[in-house]
Nanobody, 123 residues
Framework: QVRLVESGGGLVQAGGSLRLSCAAS????????IGWFRQAPGKEREGVSC????????VYADSVKGRFTISRDDAKNTVYLQMNSLSAEDTAIYYC????????????????WGQGTQVTVSS
C-alpha cells in the first residue's frame, strides 16, 4: 500500500521560506515521479511542481518558477519542495502525489496522494 506523508507546512510571513517534505513508503520510490499540488480555499487544485526519475527532470508552474525548487533523495524515499519568496497567493494546502514512470505525467495519472500540509503566508 502506497503511503505519502507531507510535512513542513506552517505559518510564515511574506517573503519568507519553507521547505516541504514528502515521505513515501510502500512503493519502489526510484521508479515513481513525484508531484506537488496545492489547493487554496475556493479554488481548484493546481499543479505546482514535479520531479521525474531520470536526468533530474523537473516541471514547475509558471507562478512558482524561480522561487520554488523541487528535489528528491531516493535513499530516503523523500521529495522536497523548497519555497522561497513566499507571498499570500501561495497560501494553500499542499499535497504530494506519486505516479509510476520516469517522467512527470498529467495530473490524472497520479494515483497516490498524501493528506496534505497547510501553508499559510501572512502579508
Amino acid at each position: 500500500q502506497v503511503r505519502l506523508v507531507e510535512s513542513g507546512g506552517g505559518l510564515v510571513q511574506a517573503g519568507g521560506s519553507l521547505r516541504l517534505s514528502c515521505a513515501a513508503s510502500g512503493l519502489t520510490f526510484n521508479k515513481y515521479a513525484i508531484g506537488w499540488f496545492r489547493q487554496a480555499p475556493g479554488k481548484e487544485r493546481e499543479g505546482v511542481s514535479c520531479i521525474g526519475t531520470v536526468d533530474g527532470s523537473t516541471v514547475y508552474a509558471d507562478s512558482v518558477k524561480g522561487r520554488f525548487t523541487i528535489s528528491r533523495d531516493d535513499a530516503k524515499n523523500t521529495v522536497y519542495l523548497q519555497m522561497n519568496s513566499l507571498s499570500a497567493e501561495d497560501t494553500a494546502i499542499y499535497y504530494c502525489a506519486a505516479a509510476p514512470g520516469p517522467y512527470c505525467p498529467r495530473r490524472a495519472d497520479f494515483g497516490s496522494w498524501g493528506q496534505g500540509t497547510q501553508v499559510t503566508v501572512s502579508s
